[in-house]
Structures are given as structure tokens and as C-alpha cells.
């Protein structure tokens, strides 16, 4: 990595796109009648979706501009999902227009704006209801010590239609217009329990089958999540992928051996998160009663995650990596806030010096993206790809002239 911020310089994200190959084949080995879809708002750098669509998957997105990105660079309609609580009307016009797979409708009156825009534009609309289950997990998303704010189902939720309103569909179907051709259910996010991920799945056929039996008709699809977790803590483990996939297809098997029926799964952070690291470089080092910090030239303003979501990226001095790590410090980025923490801890060597390379890393996912990247205008990251032993920038690193971008300046008092 020292040599990467030498040619490319700090703060950049590095993506070990052979890492990212091994992944997708190892889930796609894992569950062979499924279809991955990658979920582009994990990371939606070109290169990376890019990748990703060669490999193989499709691609779930969530807004305008990422089914804006997913038609720029190829991707065939048919393997394009597009979920979201609050899609425009212009978002769904354009996803009609486009032919996609389906929309996954998150309530009712979406159903009926769908119905609407689509008389309109005389062009029938492909939908997967995305069902808001009664039950959701049980245990908390990220293990024993992560974070509970990733549910998304199985209480009250803006996303998917509560499963008890389903008997008022046929109020809201209008056949004229609408292909229900699917049922989308995503309850959570990093879950790390296979049992919960099963109980999932059963939950997920079950809903397929009653949907199934109020439209008197069969589906094509069913998008099952994922929502499959990757570790941050130490007490926690890897998903199995091959006993877990084992499960899963045993659940879905009255679907998969059906002709031609389509099994989802949308999936993000455990196709890309483990192979990213959000790579800096020491500005500073201080001591401050009692604490030591250890000040870098990136922080939250291109990856919030950590303090965002209050979850523990591990970090390590990459340059001495053979040196045992001594010292207690935290790490923190060059912004005037104290929330500006990338990792509550790392073991640095006593002689830490300034420019030693400090990675952060499981930063591939829901890293630059989710950031807020115009937060004391600090010129935006750089992102690398290395595939097959070979770097290539993929993002150029910003200046600090884009801070201009698109403002007008103050016209005058008069
Ligand atoms: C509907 C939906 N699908 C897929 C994902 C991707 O999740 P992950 O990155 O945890 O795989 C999310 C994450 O928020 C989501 O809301």
C-alpha cells in the first residue's frame, strides 16, 4: 500500500477488485439457483458497478441517479431492480420507460401513482411488492455489539407494505397497468446469524405464497435481500456461505424448481466492504492528557461511516505492518469537530511518525458515498482499483476549484 500513496497520493480508497471476483463467485458457488444483484448503493463507483456487471449480477438501485448510472454502462432492463420509500415521479416515469425488471412498490399509494403514471405513458409497469413481514429479526443486525438501526422490517417501517394491508391490493391493482411479477423482502441489514437469515427466507416464501394467492396467479420473482453482514468486532464471524446457501436453497426449492423463475439477491456490503481501505496519511501526532490521537489528512468528511453508524473499523499503521503495536491512540481526521473519528482505536508503534500510512479498513462499502464529502471543502478522495496485480485510478482525486461547482457567487447588496 506505501506504494499506492506514493504513485496516487492520501486520502484515497484502494479496492481489491480480485478480492471482490473471489467473493461474487464464492456466493454465487454458495447459492447456485440464485441471481446476485449488487446493490449499487454500497458503492456506486463506476469502475466498481462496472466490475460487478461483467462478473455477472445485476444490479439493485435506489434512485434516479443510480438507474441513470446502471443504464450508462450497459446494463441489460431485465436485470435491473429499483427499490426506495420515496421515488419521484419523474424516477418512476424513467424506470417504466426503461423496461426494468421491476419496481419494487413499498406501499399502496405507490401502487397508485405506479397505475397512474403508467396510463399515462401507455407502458404497463413490472412490480415486486416489497412486503413490510410481521416478524422481523430477533437477534440485532451486527452480532452481539453492533448497531439494531438497521432493521427494516417487522415493525412499524416506511419500507414495504405491511404485511396486514395486503388483503386491500385488490383495491389498488389495477391489471391494465400493472405486472405484479415479484415479492421483495428485505428486513435488515448486516446480519450475521444464518439462523435469522433462514428464518428470513421462510418468512420471505411464505409471503410469496400468500401474495401468489391473492392475485390468483404466479409470480416470476421473488428478491430475497441478503442483508448478509460482514464482521467488525472480534467476537464475530464470518457467514459461513456454503452451510448457509445450503439452507437457504433447501427453503426456496418449491420456486427454484419452477421453469424459468427468477430467485434474488441483492446484495452490497458482502461483495465489496472487506475489500476497501480508506488509506491516509499522518499530518499530526499529539498527546493530550493522558490520550494520544493520531491526526490524518482524511476523515469522517470521506468516511462516516464509523462514527456515523457507531461501528468499529479496525486501522493499522500499513507502512510498519511488522511492528508490534504498542501504544493506544485514536484516530481522527483533520476536520474542526471532535465527531471526527475514523477508528476509537488503533496499537501504533511508539515511534509513529508524521507521514506514516494509516488504513482503515472493511471500507468499501457505504465509504465515500454515504460521506459528507462537501463538509470544510477538503478536495474529494481518490479511488483505486487493483485487478489482476495492476492499479488504475477510477476516481480522480478532487480539487479544491469543484468547492464551485455549480454555486453562484454573491451577486451584490444592490
Ligand atoms: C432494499 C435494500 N437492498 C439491499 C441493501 C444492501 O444492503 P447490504 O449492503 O447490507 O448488503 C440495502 C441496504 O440498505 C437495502 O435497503
Known sequence: MTHLAGEFGTPTYIYDGDRIRERFRALRDAFPSFEL???????????????????????????????FVAREIGYDPLDIVFAGPGKTDRELED??????????????????????????LRVPARVALRINTSDGLKKAGGGSTGPLHEHMAGGPSKFGIDAEKLDELADHWDRKTIDIVGVHVYTASQILHADEIVANAERTVATARRVEDLIGGKLEAIDFGGGFGV??????????????????????????????????????????????????????????????????????????????????????????????????????????????????????????????????????????SMSPLRFLSHPTAAEILVLNGKASLIRERGEHADVMLRQKPFSGLE
Do not use: W
Not at 352 to 362: H, M, P, R
Open 37 to 67: 444483484f449488487y446493490s449499487m448503493k454500497a458503492n456506486p463507483s463506476l469502475a466498481l458497478v462496472g466490475l460487478l456487471m461483467e462478473l455477472g449480477a445485476g444490479v439493485e438501485l435506489a434512485s434516479g441517479g443510480e438507474l
Open 231 to 368: 464482521p467488525h468486532y472480534d467476537k464475530e464471524e464470518q457467514l459461513d456461505l456454503p452451510a448457509l446457501g445450503a439452507k437457504v436453497e433447501n427453503v426456496f426449492s418449491p420456486y427454484s424448481e419452477r421453469d424459468g423463475f427468477r430467485l434474488i439477491l441483492e446484495l452490497g456490503r458482502i461483495l465489496v466492504s472487506e475489500c476497501g481501505v480508506y488509506l491516509t496519511r499522518v499530518l499530526e501526532l499529539k498527546e493530550s492528557r493522558g490520550e494520544r490521537f493520531v491526526i490524518t489528512d482524511g476523515g469522517i468528511n470521506q468516511f462516516v461511516r464509523p462514527m456515523l453508524m457507531k461501528v468499529r473499523h479496525e486501522a493499522a499503521v500499513v507502512n510498519r505492518l511488522g511492528q508490534p503495536g504498542t501504544a493506544s491512540a485514536k484516530v481522527t481526521g483533520p476536520l474542526c469537530t471532535p465527531i471526527d473519528v475514523t477508528s476509537q482505536e488503533i496499537k501504533t508503534p511508539d515511534d509513529i511518525a508524521i507521514d506514516d500510512l494509516i488504513g482503515i479498513f472493511n471500507a468499501g462499502a457505504y465509504g465515500l
Open 95 to 120: 424506470a417504466i420507460l426503461a423496461r426494468i425488471f421491476a419496481i419494487n412498490v413499498e406501499s399502496l399509494r405507490e401502487l397508485d401513482r405506479i397505475s397512474h403514471i403508467s396510463r399515462l
